[in-house]
């Protein structure tokens, strides 16, 4: 089958022909309908997150926003069979440590994450195997399209434990969205369907512009203004009640926290780049003295699914909004290359393998 394959850090993919994975007992294969483009891919592709024992080897498939149909299934496999229509959240648990049996596979002591570990080959192939697939498998309702889902095995289900579990979002916050890529626009479009008031920042105006057409009330050019902070301040009257870093660099996340008033939440999303390694510095001591809090957010506990759903099904929530240009797997190498920029703007979703 059709893969794209890291040949070496930061050189163009390749796509090649590879094997088509077999079913350990407790896995099924996926036949990959849809799989997004997301900006942990390219930090993998770079080489970057050694220095949390994250990086990639060589030789890795990546893809980690998958949806499509189960073709193959081990034989300890329970609840699944062939054709059912599956997406899969990228952290893929155990299934028993006591995170997983609270239903947090995001927090599962002994996580692979899907196409970003050598144990784990992702979905910008053909095909792909999901370990402990019984536990790790979410099933998509009849009515919703490959496409639309990809984005909710990361950045639409990221964006929406930030919001609603993490930082406890109410309706009529302000909410500072710091960094507009797919999980940045997300966080805006579940921000406002939830009844806050998002702000987006970003330093492109064609990702503002999209920001806007998904409910930001304000938008804050970073490079036109002398402090995006302070302009948060102004527009909120103080501060806002919520801030989100999406993208994950110091610039970003101390931003993030200094748009905050007093009790604000900070909620940390991205990941860090080969520039900071996981260190960056904080106002300590104004975040003390103002109560402002500071949330790690990763991926989203499974037993969530059910309430995303329903909101979909309501049509409170369309994650297919954030969805910008759809692509063949031969067009995914230079995609992946055009991120070093920053330029795309939506969700690039992978259609045809
Ligand atoms: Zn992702
Ligand atoms: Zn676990």
């Excluded at 996926?30 to 770079?46: F, I, L, M």
Aim: charged share 25%; net charge negative.
């Amino acid at each position: 089958m059709r893969a794209a394959v890291i040949q070496e850090h930061g050189e163009p993919l390749e796509i090649e022909d590879v094997s088509y994975p077999e079913p350990a007992p407790d896995q099924v294969v996926v036949e990959t309908e849809a799989c997004g483009v997301c900006r942990s891919d390219w930090h993998a592709w770079q080489g970057d997150w050694s220095w949390i024992g994250a990086g990639v080897p060589e030789g890795q498939i990546l893809g980690h926003e998958p949806a499509g149909i189960i073709s193959e299934v081990g034989e300890d496999v329970e609840t699944l069979e062939a054709g059912d229509r599956v997406a899969v959240p990228f952290h893929l648990g155990d299934g028993t440590c006591p995170h997983c049996r609270e239903g947090r596979a995001n927090n599962c002591e002994t996580v692979l994450p899907l196409g970003l570990s050598e144990y784990s080959q992702g979905a910008f192939a053909e095909a792909f195997a999901v370990r402990e697939a019984d536990f790790n498998c979410v099933k998509l309702p009849e009515e919703v399209d490959f496409t639309e889902m990809a984005g909710l095995g990361c950045r639409f289900m990221t964006a929406y434990h930030a919001l609603a579990d993490r930082a406890d979002l109410r309706p009529g916050d302000w909410v500072a969205v710091h960094g507009c890529g797919g999980v940045g626009l997300s966080a805006i479009h579940i921000a406002q369907a939830l009844g806050a008031h998002p702000i987006a920042v970003d330093v492109l105006d064609s990702k503002l512009e999209r920001a806007e057409e998904l409910g930001a009330i304000e938008t804050v050019n970073g490079a036109d203004v002398d402090s995006a902070p302070q302009e948060i301040k102004k527009l909120t009257g103080g501060g806002a009640d919520v801030s989100i870093d999406a993208l994950g660099i110091a610039e970003t996340c101390q931003n993030s926290v200094n748009s905050l008033g007093t009790r604000g939440s900070h909620v940390q999303v991205g990941l860090t780049t080969g520039e900071e390694q996981g260190q960056i510095d904080l106002p300590v001591d104004v975040m003390t003295m103002q109560e402002i809090d500071f949330h790690g957010s990763f991926g989203m506990p499974l037993v969530r699914y059910e309430e995303l759903f329903r909101l979909i099904a309501k049509g409170t929530l369309e994650p297919g909004k954030i969805i910008g240009e759809t692509l063949s797997l031969d067009e995914l190498p230079g995609t992946l290359a055009s991120m070093d920029d920053y330029e795309t703007v939506g969700i690039p979703v992978v259609t045809e393998f």
